[in-house]
């Protein structure tokens, strides 16, 4: 079992940049593709982006692509999601997620473990 937690969410300015971190602890998440979701209020949540197990290949959602970059460091059993221009549409809370594969998913059904989440909140 792969436990993770979430860090680095924050109340910024619109155009603002922050990096949330999800820490994995248990056994090796190396092989495991991952992702991040998000859930603003009254919403449902969403997918934001993806990586594969080897870092690789990515994957986003349009909402986000070019501002926000996803990565991972499999020595130090975390995955990152950098987010530049931030906008007041990205405001959620943000949660990490560890996919059955190795490549990357878009669908919450591909998850099987998943963080408590970060609150981010973007100020206009």
């Known amino acids: 079992q792969v436990q993770l937690v979430e860090s680095g969410g924050g109340l910024v300015q619109v155009g603002d940049s922050l990096r949330l971190s999800c820490a994995a602890s248990g056994r090796s998440f190396s092989m495991d593709g991952m992702g991040w979701f998000r859930q603003a209020p009254g919403k449902e949540r969403e997918f934001v982006a993806a990586?594969?197990?080897?870092?690789?290949?990515?994957y986003y959602a349009d909402s986000v692509k070019g501002r926000f970059t996803i990565s991972r460091d499999n020595a130090k059993n975390t995955v990152y999601l950098q987010m530049n221009s931030l906008k007041p549409e990205d405001t959620a809370v943000y949660y990490c997620?560890?996919?059955?594969?190795?490549?990357?998913?878009?669908?919450?059904?591909?998850?099987?473990?998943w963080g408590q989440g970060t609150q981010v909140t973007v100020s206009s």
């Open positions: 990586i594969n197990w080897d870092g690789r290949a990515t």
């Open positions: 997620a560890g996919s059955r594969y190795s490549g990357y998913r878009q669908y919450e059904y591909d998850y099987l473990y």
